[in-house]
């Protein structure tokens, strides 16, 4: 089955600063890979996705790049704020079925 | 806004006992999940419902039993719980059977002594 890596188990950078989070799948008929946001005590919170018709995609001040040569994604946080800390999970999935998360990311913005 | 409603928020109980966890979605979504998070926060999915219907069941110890009245809501038991029940349990929902966009719960962290 898939298998999603999450290369930084933690994350440090200063506010204002850009944060980024790199994953890796194994299945290349993965096709869905959407990022979720979990801070202190609560549930996840979808943030951003991409779909692998396309490379890249931003929301704001959240950039995703997808490598499917590769078989990488990766999460990029622009200009940082004390409320980007949180722990961020990538997933993978074939079309949103069988989703398969990485193993968090904890990111702390140090203002 | 939370629209996925978890109760208890924390249970703590003895091994052998028996637990039940509750959740309600307000979302009008027709697909609900169960996922468990260990303390290392990984996260696997143990069941999903759509409409009622069971339609993934992951390989979880037979003392795990999954329940949905309508589709709004979806509650686990755990009967006779063992130490390594002692995690975070999720619950999420979302529209149809792919997992594409979740809403998740604050979740329910149960403690096994």
């Known amino acids: 089955g898939e298998k999603v890596e999450q290369h930084e188990s933690t994350l440090s950078v200063r506010e204002g600063d850009s944060a980024v989070i790199n994953c890796t799948y194994t299945d290349t008929a993965s096709s869905y890979f959407p990022w979720y946001k979990q801070e202190a005590g609560k549930g996840l919170h979808f943030v951003i996705d991409?779909?692998?018709?396309?490379d890249r995609k931003q929301s704001q001040r959240l950039i995703v790049l997808l490598d499917k040569k590769a078989k990488r994604f990766s999460l990029h946080i622009t200009a940082t704020q004390p409320e980007d800390s949180a722990i961020y999970f990538c997933a993978a999935s074939i079309w949103g079925y069988k989703l398969t998360f990485g193993t968090g990311t904890s990111l702390l913005v140090d203002p | 806004e939370t629209a996925v409603f978890q109760t208890p928020n924390y249970h703590v109980t003895q091994v052998g006992n028996e637990v039940s966890f509750n959740c309600k979605q307000t979302l009008g979504h027709d697909t609900m999940y169960w996922y468990k998070q260990d303390s290392k926060k990984l996260l696997k999915i143990m069941f999903s419902?759509?409409?009622?219907?069971?339609?993934v069941n992951e390989t979880v110890p037979r003392r795990f039993s999954p329940q949905s009245s309508d589709k709004a809501h979806l509650n686990l038991r755990i009967k006779s719980v063992e130490p390594e029940d002692s995690a975070v349990y999720l619950c999420?929902?979302?529209?149809?059977?792919?997992?594409?966009?979740?809403?998740f719960g604050a979740g329910t962290r149960l403690s096994v002594l």
């Open positions: 419902y759509n409409n009622k219907q069971l339609i």
């Open positions: 991409i779909r692998s018709n396309v």
């Open positions: 999420a929902s979302s529209w149809g059977q792919s997992q594409n966009t979740l809403y």
